[in-house]
């Protein structure tokens, strides 16, 4: 089987949805190769074109080939063009998986379509009116273009069926789960409990997030922890986020211990996570949940939100806080805090947890899925 793989978001700054496509696209390679499969690399997609695709993800691989690495924007648009118009791609795959929430139309493949979230939909006022109105159309268009669907959990799995009720079974569409991991090796013990370690928040500055839930917990855990443990948040800058981005220097200027670090790179994530007291996850919407699985890796307790995929992805592992209390939160803050032994099982509890999700796992599931479609190569007619 040929796969052809989108990896056009890695080319730029990294959330989610793109350090997925950036390691699944590695562990289908790595699984799917000694079993003879091919795979092709898409640094643009659809009506996703880069300026420059040189941090995107390049796999060294016999299997492997990418016909758009170095291909300039113009180019990649005519690329595209052509393919919508019925050419079929250089190496002819067989699927083709969407990773980024585009959906172009393929005549000669199938398309997998990845459905990471619906808070564009469900919950519109966490997007920008133009990011809201692009996956609204691409998700419109996965209908009729796509052959079967990847959902990241079972609670985008079911958000997707309370938008469209019953539309899977009836058309017989064919979906899967196909969740995330850490990109990150597992500790090889849990996070000792320690006196000095900050609080960490993971993930773009964005509403959805809720970081001013947090910075209002984190205001009152300061005035009742005799520790005053410092706060950190990584993440780069996102849509509606100036409010957030004021409210933190004022703090940072009243003296209070807290640093925005901006985005960071792998290295420096992983140091964070390993070098951290616990996680903050108080998100009001989350398709999976990335920061979770990677914090419980690092062998740290998690504290996160009621809502989402998040009770999903953490079971009993982590405590849960509903995003709108943030007294709430912060009592959960001070309880941590304040027993180390309970901080000890919460730790434990966590990597336990974390071996739940890894990438090969992830990768196996994902080629017996596409093993699994029916043979007819055409993608539904629009």
């Keep these: 089987m040929t796969i052809g793989l989108d990896v056009a978001q890695t080319c730029a700054e990294r959330a989610g949805c793109a350090w997925h496509a950036d390691a699944l696209a590695r562990a289908l390679v790595a699984e799917g190769a000694p079993l003879g499969h091919r795979f092709e690399l898409y640094h643009h997609f659809g009506d996703w074109i880069n300026l420059d695709t040189s941090r995107g993800t390049t796999i060294d691989h016999p299997s492997v080939t990418a016909p758009l690495l170095d291909a300039s924007p113009a180019a990649a648009r005519k690329f595209w063009r052509d393919i919508e118009s019925g050419e079929p791609l250089p190496a002819k795959p067989d699927v083709v998986l969407s990773f980024g929430y585009h959906a172009p139309k393929l005549h000669h493949s199938k398309l997998i379509y ?12 966490f997007a920008t009116d133009d990011t809201r109105l692009l996956c609204q159309r691409e998700l419109l268009q996965s209908l009729s273009r796509a052959a079967g669907f990847l959902f990241v959990s079972d609670f985008t799995r079911r958000e997707f069926e309370q938008l469209l009720p019953h539309w899977l079974e009836q058309t017989k569409r064919p979906h899967a789960l196909s969740g995330g991991a850490s990109r990150f090796p597992f500790a090889d013990s ?8 900050p609080w960490l928040i993971v993930g773009s500055v964005e509403p959805r997030k809720n970081h001013s839930g947090a910075l209002d917990a984190y205001e009152i855990y300061l005035e009742r922890s005799s520790q005053r443990r410092p706060l950190v948040l990584a993440g780069g800058r996102g849509w509606k986020s100036d409010a957030v981005h004021a409210r933190i220097e004022q703090l ?3 003296g209070l211990p807290i640093r925005y670090l901006g985005y960071v790179p792998d290295a420096d994530l992983a140091e964070l996570y390993r070098t951290s007291f616990a996680l903050l996850a108080p998100s009001w919407h989350e398709g999976f949940g990335l920061p979770l699985v990677e914090a419980m890796s690092a062998g740290i307790p998690v504290l996160a939100s009621d809502r989402g995929s998040l009770p999903e992805i953490g079971i009993e592992a982590a405590r849960y806080i509903s995003p709108d209390n943030p007294e709430g939160l912060a009592a959960a803050m001070l309880a941590l805090e304040a027993d180390p032994a309970n901080y000890a099982r919460r730790a434990q509890s966590a990597l336990m947890r974390a071996q739940s999700f890894t990438w090969p796992a992830i990768a196996r599931n994902v080629l017996t899925f596409l093993q699994t479609l029916p043979a007819h190569h055409a993608n539904p007619r629009e």
Excluded at 114 to 125: G, I, R, S, Y
């Design 114 to 125: 990845t459905v990471h979230d619906l808070a564009f939909w469900t919950q519109p006022e």
């Design 190 to 197: 849990a996070r000792l409990y320690t006196a000095d370690t």
């Design 252 to 254: 940072a200027a009243r």
